[in-house]
């Protein structure tokens, strides 16, 4: 029953005129949308130094709590890496994983001991 009416509605004199309006125009709105979403800021150095900072200050929390991941260092020497080659997206993304694997860590302190 519902395909039918589907069918129905769809099939009529207005819709078909509707898409033939709509289908040239689906292009255009698309190329718009990918012009709209490439105005994005990019990173900047100063961004990615607090990052990094917030990062490293963190990681100190872990590693005072005897928290700290390896995971969490890996991350922090690749954002450190980054900053050093000029990368500010990439040191922004591994500064950002690093302070939530030490945060991790950090919480993991509080879960039961295994038996």
Known sequence: MVSVRFTLIFRTNQMGSFLRLMLPLVPILMLIAGLAG???????????????EG???????????????????DA?????RAMQEGNAAVAIEQALLARKQAELGIAQKSYPLFR
Request: hydrophobic share 55%.
């Open 76 to 80: 922090m020497r690749r954002a450190r």
């Open 55 to 73: 990062a490293a200050a963190e990681m100190e929390r872990a590693s005072a709590a005897r928290a700290l991941w390896t995971s969490a260092q």
């Open 38 to 52: 490439a105005t994005e800021d990019t990173p900047t150095a100063d961004a990615a130094a607090a990052a990094v």
